[in-house]
């Protein structure tokens, strides 16, 4: 999402710029399943829903990380405007349900994110730093698969709105990344090669629960 642009009306969006994403594939350990793919499209309106959730969340995560990181100033202001950002798309999600007639229904969190905090180390700036490679990992898969979902998608409008997602869902997961390797004493590759086994795992492996973010159907 480009910065300045207020309006919430999806109809009018510019034509999807084409993103390279060559260093998002290379990035992530696991490609998402043709398996995944397919349950997404047949339930299209809890994807849409828990899509509205991520939302939500990405920014809130982001507003913790403002208030308890307040001395870098590169963080204040990348987070500001990516939580601008995910306000936005939220607010975008919600016309989408709203057009589609789709009512608000709740939904609860997924494995994923968990799955990954829980090896978030417990001392600073190392929690930090963590915290923002996680970060790095769920806006990459995002964008990962608001483009596999686009190649599929039978609904014109739904494709080309997950398709001008990409640009911004990129520039977050580079954001994350540069943050938290400039925040960082020590070189993070260890750490961020770490973090692409575990998220592998939460993709590839078997999942009860279908979500934006879940691993293989089970
Ligand atoms: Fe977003
Ligand atoms: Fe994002």
């Known amino acids: 999402m480009d ?3 207020d309006s919430v009306d999806i109809t009018h969006l510019r034509t999807p710029i084409k993103v390279d ?5 290379n990035f992530l350990g696991a490609r998402t399943t043709q398996a995944w793919v397919d349950a997404a499209i047949d339930n299209l309106p809890l994807i849409i829903q828990d899509h509205a959730n991520c939302e939500k969340k990405a920014a809130g995560t982001a507003m913790n990380l403002i208030f308890r990181y307040e001395f870098s100033y590169d963080l204040q202001r990348k987070l ?3 939580i601008r950002e995910e306000m936005l798309h939220y607010e975008q ?4 349900m709203n057009e589609r007639g789709q009512d608000w229904k709740y939904l609860s969190a997924g494995r994923y994110a968990k799955g990954m905090l829980k090896h978030k180390r417990t001392y600073e700036p190392a929690a930090m730093v ?3 490679i996680i970060g790095a990992f769920i806006e ?6 608001f483009a596999a979902l686009a190649e599929v998608i039978d609904d014109a409008r739904l494709a080309k709105y997950y398709r001008y997602l990409l640009k911004s869902e990129s520039r977050h997961f580079e954001d994350y990344l540069a943050l938290a390797q400039s925040l960082s004493d020590d070189n993070i590759d260890e750490r961020v090669a770490f973090f692409k086994e575990v998220e592998a795992e939460l993709i590839d492996s078997p999942d009860a629960e279908l979500r934006f973010h879940s691993g293989t159907p089970a």
């Open 140 to 145: 990459a898969r995002s964008c990962e698969r």
């Open 21 to 25: 994403l060559s260093p998002i594939y």
């Open 93 to 96: 999600v919600l016309g989408i």
């Open 130 to 132: 963590d915290v923002l």
């Open 3 to 5: 910065v300045g642009e």
């Open 80 to 82: 500001a405007q990516l």
